[in-house]
């Protein structure tokens, strides 16, 4: 058997390690949500938003679907409602500052807040074995912007419980620290005690601008799908830092914060290109919402075990 069909060995042993997983149910000591537990999720009108909210209403919980585009929305939102699940939905365009506070204030209003936060929504315009970085600014201002000022306008709105607040952001192994060749900036992002928005802005910024001198090649950044790499890059790094900032907070008050890969799934981001279900995808989130015995923060991880970042 050589390596190829060794790795594929592995990864199906692996997928069916987690869908036994994901039949387990919760015993009752271990559920600490019920069905007034407000979990938002955007970007959840199809693939692996779609599934999460999906999972989570599965689960009992209230969950909240967040849409760009009004219609798709309530499409997704109607096909939960019709599964019996407890499911809402509110239009939210994550990069426009209006649309966040109408949201947030829509939420507030109906719900008194929210306990979990999955940052979900999210763009990539490389597909197949392409590497274009032409539409840089939108990844970036997409994925590591909108998913940041996302973050950074619900923490306010989390609401005190035992159990705490989760946020878990989608990212991706893409965006791992040894992705990037500049040992100087990989160095200052992998210091968790000196890393700061400001350090994180300038990165993303630095490689905005090298795209637009057309000097970005030379720039040691990832060299696979190089502006949604960074994009993620960003968001792991946002991660740990506001892990570092939450981790202060009293009990009744804590808030959880961690990222996760998907890996290569099956969706319209991929291209349909991917070799994962959106099923699949959807449980690792879902499991780091609801653990009630391990409070962890600032991690990384996929198929529901830890990673390096």
């Given at each position: 058997m050589d390596k190829?069909?060794?790795?594929?060995e592995k990864r199906e042993k692996r997928r069916q390690e987690i869908s036994?997983?994901?039949?387990?149910?919760?015993?009752?000591?271990?559920?600490?949500?019920?069905?007034?537990?407000?979990?938002?999720?955007?970007?959840?009108?199809?693939?692996?938003?779609?599934?999460?909210?999906?999972?989570?209403?599965?689960?009992?919980?209230?969950v909240v679907v967040t849409s760009r585009e009004?219609?798709?929305?309530?499409?997704?939102?109607?096909?939960?409602?019709?599964?019996?699940?407890?499911?809402?939905?509110?239009?939210?365009?994550?990069?426009?500052?209006?649309?966040?506070?109408?949201?947030?204030?829509?939420?507030?209003?109906?719900?008194?807040?929210?306990?979990?936060?999955?940052?979900?929504?999210?763009?990539?315009?490389?597909?197949?074995?392409?590497?274009?970085?032409?539409n840089a600014e939108t990844v970036i201002k997409t994925n590591y912007y909108g998913t940041k000022n996302m973050t950074k306008t619900m923490i306010p709105l989390m609401r005190s419980t035992a159990a705490g607040g989760h946020i878990v952001s989608v990212t991706s192994r893409l965006g791992r620290l040894s992705k990037l060749q500049n040992d100087e900036l990989r160095k200052k992002l992998e210091d968790v005690d000196k890393l700061s928005e400001e350090l994180i802005d300038q990165t993303?910024?630095?490689?905005?601008?090298?795209?637009?001198?057309?000097?970005?090649?030379?720039?040691?950044?990832?060299?696979?799908?190089?502006?949604?790499?960074?994009?993620?890059?960003?968001?792991?790094?946002?991660t740990r830092l506001m892990a570092r900032e939450l981790s202060d907070r009293p009990d009744g008050q804590k808030?959880?914060?961690?990222?996760?890969?998907?890996?290569?799934?099956?969706?319209?981001?991929?291209?349909?290109?991917?070799?994962i279900s959106p099923e699949e995808a959807a449980d690792t989130p879902v499991w780091l919402s609801l653990i009630p015995d391990k409070f962890v923060t600032g991690k990384f991880f996929a198929e529901r075990r830890e990673i390096n970042f």
């Open positions: 190829k069909e060794k790795a594929k036994l997983l994901r039949t387990i149910p919760y015993s009752d000591h271990q559920r600490w949500w019920t069905s007034d537990t407000i979990a938002v999720v955007t970007g959840a009108n199809r693939g692996i938003g779609f599934e999460i909210a999906h999972q989570l209403g599965m689960h009992g919980l209230t009004t219609g798709v929305g309530e499409e997704a939102v109607k096909v939960m409602q019709e599964g019996g699940l407890n499911v809402a939905f509110h239009q939210l365009d994550i990069v426009d500052p209006s649309s966040l506070k109408s949201f947030s204030e829509w939420l507030k209003e109906t719900y008194g807040g929210l306990d979990i936060l999955i940052n979900n929504a999210g763009v990539n315009f490389n597909v197949g074995t392409s590497n274009s970085v032409e993303v910024e630095s490689f905005l601008k090298q795209v637009k001198e057309g000097t970005w090649e030379s720039g040691g950044w990832p060299q696979t799908f190089t502006d949604y790499s960074v994009s993620k890059l960003a968001v792991n790094a946002f808030i959880y914060i961690n990222c996760y890969c998907p890996g290569w799934v099956k969706t319209a981001l991929t291209g349909w290109a991917g070799s």
